[in-house]
C-alpha cells in the first residue's frame, strides 16, 4: 500500500531534550517536506527536498534540523524543543514538488 | 510576504444546503493551486488548478480558479454530515514552496 509513515503518531517530551520525527515514502518520490499544524495558523511549511541531499527552509525553519540521506527517508530533527515547538507535525511526499502531496498521520508533539 | 486566505474561517449548515469556500492568494511565482480535506487526521488531496476557468469536479465538489482574481473557490452541493471537515487551500509556487492557507472549518448538521 502506498503511503507515507511517521512514527511516532504521539510524543512528549522534556525542554532541551534532543527529539527526531521520522518520514518514511515508499512511493519513490522525489519531492518531501515537513509542515507543522497550529490552531488558526493551517500549515506552514518548515523544511522541503526536493531529491536526496536537497534540503531547503520553508517558512518556519528555526529550531528544525533535516536530512535526505536516502529518497524514502526524510526525518525532521530537534535538537533542543522548546514548548513553542507543540504542535501538530505532517510530513507529506510528492512525486514533483508541483503535484499532489500525500501526508502522513501526523506525529502529535508537546514538550513541556 | 507570500499568504494564503481562506473564508469563512468556519461555518455551520444544515444536510442539502450547498456550501462556497473562497481562497485567495498573494504569492510570488503562482504555479497551481491544491484543495485539501481534513477530518481527523492526515489531509486528503482534493483538487489541484493550475489553468484559469477550468472547473474541477468529483461528485457534489467542484473547485474553479480565477487568476485574473487570484482567487479559487469550493463548492459543496448537497451538503452530508461526512462533508464535515477543515478544507485547506495551499498554492504551490515555482521553486516548489508550498503555501496553506488557515483553512475553513466546515460543520454540516443533520
Known amino acids: 500500500e502506498a503511503q507515507v509513515t511517521q512514527n511516532p503518531r504521539y510524543l512528549i517530551t522534556v525542554t532541551g531534550k534532543k527529539l527526531t520525527v521520522t518520514c518514511s515514502q515508499n512511493?519513490?518520490?522525489?519531492?518531501m517536506s515537513w509542515y507543522r499544524q497550529d490552531p488558526g495558523l493551517g500549515l506552514r511549511q518548515i523544511y522541503y527536498?526536493?531529491?536526496?541531499?536537497?534540503?531547503d527552509k520553508g517558512d518556519v525553519p528555526e529550531g528544525y534540523k533535516v536530512s535526505r540521506k536516502e529518497k524514502r527517508n526524510f526525518p525532521l530533527i530537534l535538537e533542543s524543543p522548546s514548548p513553542n515547538q507543540t504542535s501538530l507535525y505532517f510530513c507529506a511526499s510528492s512525486f514533483e514538488g508541483d503535484t499532489e502531496a500525500f501526508f502522513g498521520q501526523g506525529t502529535r508533539l508537546t514538550v513541556v | 510576504e507570500d499568504k494564503v486566505v481562506q473564508s469563512p474561517l468556519s461555518l455551520v449548515v444544515h444536510e442539502g444546503d450547498t456550501v462556497t469556500l473562497n481562497c485567495s492568494y498573494e504569492?510570488?511565482?503562482?504555479?497551481?493551486l491544491l484543495w485539501y480535506k481534513q477530518e481527523k487526521k492526515a489531509p486528503t488531496f482534493l483538487f489541484m488548478l493550475?489553468?484559469?476557468?477550468i472547473e474541477k469536479k468529483s461528485g457534489r465538489l467542484s473547485s474553479i480558479l480565477d487568476k485574473k482574481e487570484l482567487s479559487s473557490i469550493l463548492n459543496i452541493t448537497a451538503t452530508q454530515t461526512g462533508d464535515s471537515a477543515i478544507y485547506l487551500c495551499?498554492?504551490?509556487?515555482?521553486?516548489?514552496?508550498?503555501?496553506f492557507g488557515a483553512g475553513t472549518i466546515l460543520r454540516v448538521k443533520s
Open positions: 527536498s526536493m531529491n536526496v541531499e536537497v534540503t
Open positions: 512511493m519513490n518520490h522525489e519531492y
Open positions: 495551499a498554492v504551490i509556487e515555482y521553486g516548489n514552496k508550498l503555501v
Open positions: 504569492v510570488t511565482n503562482f504555479r497551481s
Open positions: 493550475t489553468s484559469s476557468g
